[in-house]
């Protein structure tokens, strides 16, 4: 489930909502990354490159990185998820708003209840 925007901040907590222009050039740009297999090592790099620059900068800008979802969006479960978060000096300060169709949040959930079971069944 594509929960993550191309987006700027400001003071405020941005809003990505589903179907958005923004979303859509995310996911396009992701799609054509997943196409040009040869360079997923350049775009793994770079990631990795732009959170540092963010967190060492305090740019506090937006970032898909793995955290802790309970607590986010009605999620009670200790589950991780790769999520949009606002990356700075102190690392990821907050969660960024973010605005779930139907059909993205029942995938959501049944992602959250599927992780919940196979945490459970390693005893973890």
Known sequence: VSVMSSIGLSSDTPEITPGSNSTKLLLDRAF?????????????GLSVADITNSILTNKMKAHSIS???Q?????????FFSLPCIMGANGSTRLA???????????LRES??????LMSQLQM
């Open 32 to 44: 054509e990354l997943i196409k040009n297999r040869g360079q997923r090592s350049w775009s793994v």
């Open 67 to 69: 955290t802790l979802a």
């Open 112 to 117: 959250v209840a599927s992780l919940s079971n």
């Open 97 to 107: 708003g973010v605005s779930l169709g139907q059909e993205q949040d029942s995938k």
């Open 71 to 79: 607590g986010w969006g009605g999620i009670g479960a200790e589950v």
